[in-house]
């Protein structure tokens, strides 16, 4: 099923549909947008009939130029069986042609009062929005001091108990249970609450609460960028932990690495502050302070004078 069709941004713009009603259920596969300038002018080899056709002042002027039959055999070429639609931008008259060639081929023509580059700019941030790459993950989204953490693990390990200190500690809640995430961009994962459970943590033993009429709409967010994972597990004995934080774990979520940490679970671990440390660290590192190799430099400096001293 198509996620964004024609009456969509009908309704989302306020457009005028001028003509070609019959095809306001046309899909939109891709959030490019075309100016058809070369088309205008009759060069139609790379023509990207998938995508909204934008005319502006530019297109508009060029085509009343053009003589009768020569506007009408090139309008009818921007009408393709795959064109979504067209959009007349500024306001401007249509040329009766246009609204000719839509009704025939049943391709939506309308139009808005807004500015060509505004309205392309706006259009395709609803569109890139819409059509992102999407995905659901088990876990628990938490804002820490800026820091989108998604906590993951096995059913049981302790994920909303972690988030339940963490929002009593100040820090914000985005979901729990499942996370939506969306790419929307190369390295940009953005996660949010399914509308069902939004606000809503479930804790064993004490059943399903609300954060936000607990502790204040200061506790929770709609969505959050997720910057780092933090995986939990039960301790294995058997299991060789990372003591020093120089190997850092890489996870990839639909088509974005992001750095995980794993943290084993046991009787007495406060996760919540453990947690709440990483992200603090993680901070720290992206400011270029990077506690580990600090030590591993100085460890060997000593190692270093120590041989130099024997000699």
């Known amino acids: 099923m198509a996620k964004v069709r024609v009456e969509d941004i009908i309704k989302k713009f306020n457009l005028e549909l001028i003509s070609g009603e019959e095809g306001i259920h046309r899909p939109i596969t891709t959030s490019d947008i075309s100016r058809p300038g ?8 790379y023509y990207p009939a998938d995508r909204i056709q934008l005319l502006g002042m530019t297109e508009i002027t060029f085509s009343s130029r053009l003589d009768q039959d020569e506007r009408k055999h090139r309008l009818e070429q921007l009408c393709s069986d795959l064109t979504p639609g067209i959009i007349i931008s500024r306001g401007l008259d249509i040329p009766e042609e246009l609204i000719e060639a839509s009704n025939e081929y049943s391709v939506p023509v309308m139009r808005t009062n807004m500015k060509t580059t505004r309205f392309s700019s706006h259009l395709t941030n609803y569109l890139e929005f819409k059509l992102a790459p999407t995905t659901a993950v088990h876990g628990v989204l938490v804002d820490i001091y800026g820091v989108g953490v998604l906590i993951t693990g096995k059913s049981g390990v302790g994920k909303s108990e972690a988030a339940l200190e963490l929002v009593k500690r100040g820090h914000r809640l985005v979901a729990d249970d499942c996370v ?3 790419q929307e961009d190369t ?6 609450a399914p509308d069902l459970i939004e606000h809503l943590l479930e804790i064993r033993g004490l059943g399903i609460i609300n954060v936000m009429t607990l502790f204040g ?3 929770v967010r709609s969505h959050k960028r997720i910057t780092m994972v933090v995986n939990l597990e039960l301790w294995d004995q058997m299991k060789q932990y990372d003591r020093l934080g120089l190997d850092e774990e890489k996870i990839k979520i639909i088509d974005t690495e992001l750095p995980k940490l794993t943290i084993p679970v046991r009787p007495g671990r406060n996760l ?3 947690i709440e440390v990483a992200a603090m660290n993680y901070r720290l590192k992206k400011m270029g302070v990077n506690a580990a190799q600090q030590f ?3 460890l ?3 190692i270093e004078d120590g041989d130099n001293d024997e000699k």
């Open 272 to 274: 919540a502050i453990i």
């Open 180 to 182: 939506e995430i969306r």
């Open 217 to 219: 709409a200061g506790a």
């Open 187 to 192: 390295d940009s994962l953005i996660g949010n």
């Open 296 to 298: 591993t430099e100085r």
């Open 300 to 302: 060997a400096d000593v």
């Open 38 to 45: 070369l088309e205008m002018a009759g060069f139609f080899n």
